[in-house]
Nanobody
């Protein structure tokens, strides 16, 4: 099982970016897909997550600005980020927590850098 993330880049404050993360390999459809981020000098922290049924969680600072979605058929999760702020600058990691029997476990993508200039 591998996760491939893409979509990071440099954007000015107030701008938008869309991250994608695709799971390769055979895994159970019972899973939770998440985005974490790690800013320089800080710990990796949860930004948002979504389960197979569509239930979501958002970290307080991104509520109203970030939207997560998923395409289960494509095994892909998206993170639409709007009104970006310099404090959103971080390496963003996608995470798959496979709960079902097939491919059960926790997997991480390679990280994609988001830089927001002021």
């Amino acid at each position: 099982v591998q996760l491939q993330a893409s979509g990071g880049g440099l954007v000015q404050a107030g701008g938008s970016l869309r991250l994608s993360c695709t799971v390769s390999g055979i895994v159970s459809s019972d899973n939770i897909m998440s985005w974490y981020r790690q800013a320089p000098g800080k710990r990796r922290s949860l930004v948002t997550s979504m389960n197979t049924g569509g239930g979501t969680y958002y970290e307080e600072s991104v509520k109203g600005r970030f939207t997560t979605s998923r395409d289960n058929a494509k095994k892909t999760i998206y993170l639409q980020m709007t009104d970006l702020k310099p404090e959103d600058t971080a390496v963003y990691y996608c995470n798959a927590n496979i709960l079902g029997a097939i491919g059960r476990g926790t997997y991480w993508g390679q990280g994609t850098l988001v830089t927001v200039s002021s």
